[in-house]
């Protein structure tokens, strides 16, 4: 009798740990969206970059984000990509509009205003405000992106460009 109860507590203990365990994850995934927008807000490219695995991918491309460059990773790409966004608009601001959490998947809707100072997206500066919206979902994993798939209003921001 004494096993068995034993038993049950080390059976407690071990799912309390597992609880534990998963609720760091979730604390992880929760702040994520928060820490990518303050990250490009403080227009700090090192703790955005701090925030991918050095695995990464990226399942997005488009004529604006094109695959890497031949020798380039897809966490060093993304990086580069976002300090061309912060160049081009260097009072860039990053908001989370709403995020959803499943596992170790987060959604993210996410809103980026400045004013367009510097050349972006081979369009030299306008001095217009811009003001566009993205949908990303995000695996993370060890507490790191490790999985992107998004869309972003590329289009949109063409349009206020001209």
Not at 12 to 21: E, F, I, K, R, Y
Not at 48 to 71: I, R, T
């Amino acid at each position: 009798m004494q096993r068995r109860s034993l038993l049950i507590a080390a059976a407690s203990v071990a799912a309390g740990a597992v609880s534990s365990q998963a609720l760091a994850q979730h604390d992880t995934a929760a702040s994520l969206p928060e820490r990518f927008a303050a990250a490009l807000s403080a227009h700090d490219i090192k703790a955005f970059a701090a925030l991918f695995s050095e695995d990464y991918v990226n399942h997005q491309f488009s004529a604006a984000a094109p695959p890497p460059a031949a020798g380039k990773s897809q966490k060093q790409a993304t990086v580069d990509f976002f300090a061309g966004r912060i160049a081009g608009m260097p009072d860039l601001q990053v908001t989370v509009e709403a995020a959803v959490i499943a596992g170790d998947r987060v959604a993210a809707s996410f809103v980026y205003s400045g004013t367009q100072d510097g050349p972006y997206l081979g369009v030299a500066p306008t001095h217009r405000r811009l003001r566009f919206t993205s949908c990303d979902i995000f695996s993370v994993r060890d507490a790191l992106i490790s999985e992107h798939w998004g869309m972003g209003d590329i289009a949109g921001i063409l349009a206020q460009l001209r």
